[in-house]
């Protein structure tokens, strides 16, 4: 079945970085999008960023341009998310996800920026 489970948040002060990860199984990697999207408190799901095969393409959320990278590496179904210069208001569950409005997804994992 499919399974996607990230990691790597956890607590920073603002300014800091992170490196999320989602390792993917149960499908063909390589054939799809693939999408983060992340829930804040008090708020509903919103999409970060996305990660194409074709072409290598990505794209971002306005709210996270030249601050965040996603990459993948088909070759160990994996998908990544760096974030660099990371504020308090994205304080989130970060999800990876086959789709873009995040219906298909992982379990998560809490990133913090507080001081």
């Known amino acids: 079945q499919v399974q996607l489970v990230e990691s790597g948040g956890g607590s920073v002060q603002p300014g800091g970085s992170l490196r999320l990860s989602c390792a993917a199984s149960?499908?063909?990697?390589?054939?799809?999008?693939m999408y983060w999207v992340r829930q804040g408190p008090g708020r509903g799901l919103e999409w970060v960023a996305s990660?194409?095969?074709?072409?290598?393409?990505?794209y971002y959320a306005d709210f996270v341009k030249g601050r965040f990278t996603a990459s993948r590496d088909n070759a160990k179904n994996m998908l990544y998310l760096q974030m660099d210069n990371l504020k308090p208001e994205d304080t989130a569950r970060y999800f990876c996800?086959?789709?873009?409005?995040?219906?298909?997804r992982g379990q998560g994992t809490q990133v913090t920026v507080s001081s």
């Open positions: 996800a086959r789709d873009k409005l995040g219906a298909d």
């Open positions: 990660a194409y095969t074709e072409g290598a393409r990505t």
């Open positions: 149960g499908f063909t990697f390589s054939g799809y999008g």
